[in-house]
């Protein structure tokens, strides 16, 4: 996902013509789900996938609106390693009612299992313990998700674009599967997965699994996936949505009265999978959608396989916000097919996509945008590594006793792209294509530590060249706080005027008006208001607000840049727009520095937390929790 920048953060595919089976048709899945690499110990998860682990799930729903809750069963396909014969199946879970479970040799006859749920606990949930048969192949929990559950929004008309109808939507990365699946909520473990889900009539259910836009609206769906996923995969999202297609294998699902927008704003998508596919080899899901969701999705996307999920607030209008969704198709590569065997392995997952998705951007929209954010991707890093303590600037991090959602910050995503890019600098890009390509066809559809990334990089790169591979510190790049002395420095020759111009204008040499800004990008404009931080004195920033009009920026990311600014110079005349910003969408990439910036002062405190009072019923629990923190909030 875009577990997003400048954020403890967070993280998210799609379909083609004739895609998935939506009747609950018996197909058997195609790829044989492949073991993972290894039974990697993974600190967030009480499940026991070296003794019996989980290759199949049937999920059969009723969606609940009135009672914010989904009541209804998982069907748990096992297998045991050669000569295992374990009794004890262990899942998580978090917030859940079991009702009942069964236990089933065949599939066919169901015997009552016996069952016992742990105490709960603040990050992890509870572990569910099932007795099993030495001979049981399957299990059957019949059961209901809480109304808060943490993996579960449930939003309210009014929070929608449509504001008839309700909607709800899922976000299962990082541990937040098993507060609505009962599962072995561990990267490592992949399965296929079926479903069906009853919703009421007027509404649409779609699924990370085959999509039918000529479904009939008839509030009984079905969806199978046949390739096999992590739990933090599993996604399902209902509403008032319809479909407009972009390729015969990519397309839109959106809130009606947005759809057409985010068709045109995406129209790129095939050009951008093709480009995927040229520099890292064939699209393995069959479809690619996007699922544009209300404006409180918390994360700018997530990777969901065949149907990411994206925020709205990346409809620019101009699609210079895209490189988002070049990210999120990149993990069709980069975590949904290599995917990172534990949380603390998490940099596998984005610093690849990071580096895969300025590839992509470089080979759609040219070098010199590629430049630009590889720039500003480095100003983040920097910005936010500066306030982090060393234990946190490792990629390969120790997330023992925390939650990974609390984690998650640049660092694996930047620091990790970049680390790459010194890769792909020693060894020449041509080289390092070849080595991606095979690192992506030998780890396919497994889940890997980072001992198995390094392991199989020294065998297929560094020990071919040992002149080459002294340049690269790899223990440092992977096990060291900060970035080495070697790493590279990401330059952009469109920047440089942009600095020019700064500096003149903040130094009074250049009036606002005559700034060269008429054709600047988003990128430029960003990076001229970061130049301009922290604060400047109130009439600078009028001035500059008369000439630009920042204060109505329709372009969210150059809002955000700009708020900053002037919360930071006390600029009253922006606080109203301040209010509407916080008040209108929840995510997280820019609440959280907006209120940081905010809770700086008294004052700042005060409004925070009157806007607060007003937002926080409308955000997502997952950024609720982070603002929380930051503005003390006691109820
Ligand atoms: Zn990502």
């Known amino acids: 996902m875009r577990y997003e920048r400048l954020a403890a953060v967070t993280l998210t595919c799609l379909a083609a013509t004739g895609c998935g089976e939506r009747s609950t048709a018996t197909k058997e899945p195609s790829p044989t789900p492949a073991a993972s690499a290894a039974s990697a110990r993974d600190v967030h998860s009480y499940s026991n996938p070296a003794e019996v682990r989980v290759r199949r799930v049937d999920l059969d729903w009723d969606v609940l609106f009135d009672k914010k809750i989904l009541r209804g069963s998982a069907a ?55 007795r099993v048969p030495e001979n049981a ?52 473990v992949r399965f296929t997965y079926r479903a069906r889900v009853r919703t009421p009539k007027n509404l649409v259910a779609v699924m990370s699994a085959g999509n039918d836009p000529e479904a009939p609206r008839d509030g009984d769906y079905g969806f199978e996936m046949p390739q096999p996923i992590p739990s933090y995969l599993v996604a399902l999202a209902v509403g008032d949505i319809g479909f407009a297609p972009i390729s015969p294998r990519a397309g839109v699902w959106a809130e009606p009265s947005v759809v057409d927008r985010a068709a045109r704003e995406f129209s790129d998508l095939e050009s951008m999978l093709r480009a995927a596919e040229e520099l890292f080899g064939k699209y393995r899901w069959e479809r690619y959608d996007v699922l544009v969701l209300p404006p409180s999705f918390p994360f700018g996307g997530m990777e969901n396989p065949r149907l990411t999920f994206a925020t709205p607030t990346i409809l620019a209008g101009d699609k210079s916000l895209v490189a988002l969704v070049a990210h999120e198709l990149a993990h069709s590569w980069a975590g949904n097919l290599v995917t990172n065997a534990t949380w603390r392995d998490f940099w596998l997952n984005e610093g690849f996509t990071v580096y895969l998705e300025r590839r992509i ?44 959602d609390d984690g998650f910050t640049d660092v694996p995503y930047e620091k990790g792209a970049l680390f790459l890019r010194h890769l792909e600098e020693v060894f020449g890009r041509q080289r390092f294509d070849r080595f991606l390509r095979g690192y992506f066809d030998h780890f396919a ?47 952009s020759d469109a920047l440089a005027p942009v600095e020019a111009a700064a500096a003149g204008w903040r130094e009074g040499k250049i009036r606002a008006a005559d700034l060269p800004a008429q054709d600047w990008s988003t990128h430029e404009w960003l990076h001229f208001l970061r130049a301009l931080a922290p604060a400047l004195p109130k009439e600078k920033l009028a001035e500059l607000d008369t000439a630009f009009r920042l204060t109505d920026a329709g372009n969210s990311e150059i809002a955000n840049q700009w708020l900053l600014l002037a919360i930071a110079s006390g600029y009253d005349p922006a606080y109203p727009r301040l209010e509407r910003f916080l008040t209108s969408m929840g995510r997280r990439k820019f609440l959280k520095p907006l209120y940081e910036e905010l809770v700086k002062t008294p004052e700042g405190k005060t409004r925070a937390l009157a806007i607060y009072r007003k937002a926080r019923a409308t955000y997502h629990p997952i950024a609720v929790a982070t603002v929380d923190k930051i503005v003390g909030w006691s109820g």
Do not use: C
């Open 361 to 404: 951007i470089e080979r759609v929209y040219g070098v010199r945008r590629a430049g630009m954010e590889a720039v500003l991707g480095l100003q983040d890093l920097e910005k936010e590594m500066a306030g982090l303590p060393e234990k946190d600037q490792i990629l390969h991090v120790d997330l023992g006793g925390r939650d990974p």
């Open 137 to 188: 192949t399957q299990v059957r929990i019949a059961y209901e998700t809480s109304p808060k559950a943490s993996g579960l929004q449930w939003l309210e008309p009014p929070q929608t674009a449509g504001r008839k109808d309700p909607f709800l939507f899922t976000q299962s990365q990082a541990i937040h599967a098993r507060s609505w699946i009962p599962l072995q909520d561990s990267p490592q």
């Open 76 to 130: 748990l396909s096992l297998e045991r390693p050669a000569g295992g014969r374990a009794t004890s199946l262990v899942l998580d879970t978090r917030d859940l009612t079991i009702e009942k479970v069964e236990s089933s040799p065949d599939g066919a006859a169901w015997a009552v299992a016996s069952f016992s749920l742990g105490p709960s606990d603040p990050i992890l949930g509870s572990a569910l313990t099932i």
């Open 445 to 491: 559809f497994r889940s890997i530590t980072t001992e198995d990334f390094v392991q199989y990089l020294r065998a297929n790169l560094l020990d071919e060249s040992p002149g080459l591979a002294g340049k690269v510190p790899v223990d440092e790049w992977i096990e060291k706080a900060g970035l080495p002395a070697t790493a590279p420095r990401p330059k």
